[in-house]
């Protein structure tokens, strides 16, 4: 039995180590809406299995969603993943202000105790998202960062219009290009898209047309290289609801399922739109999708998006082709029910 269990911790820790190959862990901010959908959610715990496993370090995570409980509800993520002490930065833009169907997770009670243990109770007691954004940028290595926006555009485009503060003497377009790697981006579609019908219709979707001005901000005024997880992509990889019923059994309450649930209960295979650019965000040579080629995106009055090929363009969106589906599947299902370590 001894010699089962060291076989066995050393196959972990091989497989810790190949899963670092040898790179530095990816600084990574996480900027989410989370509330307004259970994908955010399951994409947050991906980041807490990728940071355990050694590939990336969150940095900080910022919320576009405007209700008290979106922050609170990420510190209890992140609690349960053994990393209360990441900061969390909330907008206070008025978009989406209603609290959402699990964010109330962070006030759920047990015998008159939380069920998920945090120390944030309140957005009104959460830094500024901008702020918080200049002071880590500001204290990362210039060129590092790389950004998971899966909401709105609203912080971000704050940023770019950040003046000069404590934390940097830049103003904000030019501390993100100086401190930015790449923008990891789910927003827009660069399909059509078919509908119940069979019909083919241009989609102008959700985190551009919620915040129309800051996502036209973002588009014009961004310094830095964006990959962008179009609509269509999220909307043909689907997470497998077996997972949610049998893949987080290993606690008794689990954040995750619990939101998803309490999102649309199962039998229900939700599109994995954010997940897929945190994926990229942070194995972005592991083949899990094409890219575009260069070009630019633009953001019309009506909030479709649409890309442009252009040689040494800014911008490239992902591509999913069918043979690659079942491996980004696994991907995602496997690190997004990942138990807690404290291997990092």
């Known amino acids: 039995m001894r010699c089962l269990l060291a076989l066995s911790l050393c196959f972990f820790v091989c497989l810790h180590v190949i899963a670092q190959d040898g790179s530095a862990p990816v600084p990574l901010i996480f900027d989410t809406d989370i509330g307004n959908d259970c994908d955010d959610v399951l994409a947050l715990g991906m980041i807490h299995a990728l940071q355990s496993r050694g590939e990336c370090e969150l940095l900080a995570v910022t919320t576009t969603k405007d209700h008290e409980l979106a922050a609170p509800f990420v510190d209890c993520v992140n609690t349960f993943y053994g990393r209360g002490g990441i900061p969390i930065g909330v907008c206070r833009s008025g978009v ?30 959460a830094p500024d998202a901008v702020a918080l954004l200049r002071d880590v940028l500001a204290g990362a290595d210039d060129g590092s960062v790389v950004i998971c ?11 770019l219009t950040s003046p000069a503060d404590k934390h940097s003497p830049l103003a904000g377009t030019d501390l993100v290009k100086q401190k930015v790697r790449l923008l990891s981006i789910m927003a827009g579609a660069f399909t059509q898209i078919e509908n119940d019908k069979g019909e083919l219709y241009d989609h102008k979707e959700y985190n551009v047309v919620k915040d129309l001005p800051a996502a036209t901000k973002l588009c014009e005024k961004w310094p830095t290289p964006i990959v962008w997880s179009g609509f269509e992509i999220g909307r043909n990889l689907r997470y497998p609801h077996q997972s949610i019923l049998s893949d987080y059994r290993y606690v008794k309450h689990h954040p995750l399922p619990e939101a998803y649930t309490l999102y649309i209960p199962p039998p229900h295979d939700r599109p994995t739109w954010d997940l897929t650019s945190v994926l990229y965000a942070v194995r972005p040579e592991a083949g899990y999708f094409d890219l575009s080629a260069d070009g630019n995106v633009s953001v019309g009055a009506d909030g479709l998006t649409t890309f442009n090929a252009m040689p040494g363009g800014r911008d490239r969106h992902l591509i999913i082709r069918e043979d690659q589906k079942p491996r980004v599947v696994e991907a995602l299902t496997l690190l997004s029910s990942q138990p807690p370590t404290s291997g990092d």
Request: hydrophobic residues 35%.
């Open 96 to 125: 989406t202000p209603e609290p959402g169907k699990f964010n109330v997770l962070a006030e759920a009670m047990d015998n008159g105790k939380l069920r998920y243990p945090h120390d944030l109770m309140s957005g009104k007691d």
């Open 149 to 159: 926006q899966v909401g709105f555009s609203t912080n971000l485009a704050n940023l």
